[in-house]
């Protein structure tokens, strides 16, 4: 019969209490960490698809005159080689060579204003989400020629579909206008009013020589990094590698200040909630916790009567709340897990109440959220509740300690 | 004769919001080793109280108590702890068993806050139960033992590590007159056996005549019984 033998004996013997905060501690981890790996996965996607469709990448490298200008003159001579020192870097996923470039779209039916992107479209199915947003035709390919995809709005105004040519007036890097004509690969959807009604992808050898541009030339160079948190760290390293003053380095952050703050925010509101939380989960416990330790008074002072040292009792009553904490926490981080992996394969379907889009900031959020389960989303929220509620149980221990053993046992009789 | 218990002048007052309720009055007393002795008196006549300071559970306002010649007022708490441990034991009203212990483990529990060994204490505490009369009923829990049981395993645990007093308040407040005589008769038993001294409190005359010895407490202080209370000396 040692102390933790009677802790456990303790709980035992009111079990419905010890189940209630069993379940509070647990049902307050679920729910922290169904929160943190929703907002880890729609940070993931921000940062992930988001960039790879807004931006050329992670990290950004162009013509330090091209972000304040962007002339196709200003452009990066070899691509290639740079391209290949990039790729080198521990961290660096994928390096995205891209030709930007604005003209007039012109066909049959309609014309207007085009943001053209000159890529490779074996690395744009591995690093963006645009190819899979397909909605008919196909997406480029590696090999093809004077071929287009155009976003669904701007072929809606054009009254285009696959199959159909268009014509393509841009300035070369001579400023001279030059004129090509594309025929019609796909049409895509990506619900971003800035990208349906002007966005086109081309094929990046093509657009190269529409341009008159050197081979091997482009105007930005994307990098795609695995784990966002290296970031910081890669972008000095470009810095240190290849910074001469020719070459701009842009975090994504410096590119989308709007996807910044908006993960900014995310990351923000769930810190709140899940404060909110804490404080909730904490209350709960607190209070069926205390109405124990103040029930026991009684069987406290008896012990203490008995000649039972302060610190014995100290240590029997920490380790009924770590025994619960660590239930509670165990089947918290178990079920919130559970859930949370649920979440992250079927996704959480918010558009009946949402509707097709959830607009933000000038972005078109989706509405079927996917949580992503990483040790950070598992175990910060079970290890912040189990702390918490140990320090409860460092309250409570002194609490018990200094019960008043004469009054305790007297009762009111004298 | 070995003075166990020694009080002098004691005194001890209760504050309720603005007033001082006084509960003990100067109170004289002095126990020798080995007798078995009660304390009198009235509800709210301060009993509680008196043994409660003598064992180290209250603190007097003044006056003084020693316990084998050794003063318990300059002992801090966790003297009073190891004095409460190894030289008194107590005996409540309300048998004050702990529930998730059982029977066995309930009598040997100051045993093991001595620091027993396991093997040595279950010897012990399982020849006591004996005593007691609780042979087969070690292994019970105290919601399976009857009221007059439950008293016997308080009993049990208040002599096991040999204390040089036990204190029992109203040990028969919570059983019928029955079972009282039993525990009563079973508490003199052990005196007279094993030589503890005993002070318990009551304040029904059937339960004190058994004591040799009684101490009358009035609105504090100690008195002559009133007529009708005697004790088993006086009677024979």
Request: aromatic share 4%.
């Amino acid at each position: 019969m040692n102390t933790a033998d009677l802790a456990l004996r303790n709980l035992r013997r009111n079990r419905k209490r010890t189940a209630i905060t069993v379940a509070s501690v647990a049902l307050g981890i679920l729910f922290a960490v169904v929160y943190a790996s929703l907002e880890e996965g729609l940070r993931h996607r921000l940062e992930t698809e988001f960039v790879g469709l807004l931006a050329a990448g992670h990290i950004t490298l162009e013509h330090p005159g091209y972000r304040t200008d962007p002339d196709v003159a200003l452009f990066l001579e070899d691509s290639v080689s740079l391209g290949t020192s990039l790729r080198n870097l521990p961290g660096a996923e994928e390096v995205r060579t891209i030709v930007a470039v604005q003209g007039v779209i012109k066909s049959a039916g309609g014309s207007g204003l085009v943001e053209i992107r000159g890529v490779e479209p074996s690395v744009e199915s591995r690093t963006s989400p645009l190819p899979s947003l397909i909605t008919s035709g196909r997406y480029l390919e590696d090999g093809d020629g004077p071929q287009i995809v155009l976003g669904e709005r701007l072929a809606a105004r054009l009254r285009v579909s696959p199959g159909n040519r268009v014509i393509l007036s841009m300035a070369d890097v001579d400023g001279l206008l030059t004129e090509v004509l594309c025929r019609v690969t796909g049409i895509f959807r990506t619900g971003l009013h800035q990208f349906d009604p002007v966005l086109a992808h081309v094929p990046l050898e093509f657009l190269r020589e529409a341009l008159n541009m050197p081979p091997g030339s482009a105007t930005r160079i994307g990098v795609l990094i695995g784990d966002v948190r290296i970031q910081s760290r890669l972008v000095r390293k470009i810095r240190d590698t290849i910074g001469n003053g020719s070459i701009a380095i842009y975090p994504w952050q410096d590119m989308m200040p709007e996807l910044d703050v908006l993960t900014r925010f995310v990351r923000t509101s769930v810190w709140i909630l899940e404060g909110l939380l804490l404080i909730l989960v904490l209350f709960t416990v607190w209070n069926t916790m205390l109405m124990s330790v103040l029930e026991r008074r009684g069987e406290f002072a008896v012990q203490l009567a008995l000649g039972t040292p302060p610190s014995r009792l100290k240590r029997m009553v920490f380790l009924e709340t770590a025994w619960i904490a660590a239930c509670g926490a165990l089947l918290g981080a178990a079920a919130g897990g559970w859930l949370s992996r649920q979440a992250q394969v079927k996704g959480l379907e918010l558009g009946w109440l949402l509707g097709d889009r959830i607009p933000f900031i000038g972005l078109g959020l989706p509405t079927t959220l996917h949580a992503r389960v990483t040790p950070a989303s598992l175990l910060i929220p079970a290890a912040v509740v189990f702390a918490g509620v140990l320090c409860l149980g460092v309250v409570l221990m002194r609490r018990a300690a200094r019960t008043p053993v004469a009054e305790s046992l007297r009762g009111g009789r004298t | 004769m070995t003075d166990i218990i020694r009080v002098v002048d004691l005194t001890k007052d209760y504050r309720k919001d603005k007033f001082v309720v006084p509960a003990l009055r100067g109170v004289d007393l002095v126990l020798h080793k080995g007798e078995f002795a009660a304390v009198s008196g009235p509800s709210g006549s301060g009993k509680t109280t008196l043994l409660n300071i003598i064992g180290g559970l209250d603190r007097p306002t003044s006056g003084a108590v020693d316990v084998e010649g050794r003063s318990m007022n300059n002992l801090d708490g966790a003297e009073l702890a190891c004095l409460r441990r190894d030289r008194i034991g107590f005996i409540f009203q309300a048998h004050n068993l702990f529930p998730v212990l059982t029977a066995l483990e309930n009598a040997e529990y100051v045993l093991m806050l001595q620091g027993k060994p396991k093997g040595e204490r279950r010897d012990v505490v399982r020849a006591l139960l004996r005593e007691v009369g609780l042979e087969g009923l070690e292994n019970r829990y105290p919601r399976e033992l009857s009221g007059g049981q439950q008293q016997r395993v308080a009993i049990a645990r208040a002599v096991a590590a040999r204390p040089a007093i036990v204190l029992a308040d109203e040990p028969t407040a919570n059983v019928d007159a029955r079972t009282a005589g039993g525990i009563l008769d079973l508490m003199k038993r052990l005196n007279e056996e094993k030589q503890v001294t005993m002070l318990f409190s009551s304040h029904d005359p059937e339960v004190l005549k058994r004591a040799k010895r009684i101490f009358h407490l009035r609105d504090g202080k100690i008195c002559a019984p009133p007529s009708g209370i005697e004790t088993e000396s006086d009677g024979s």
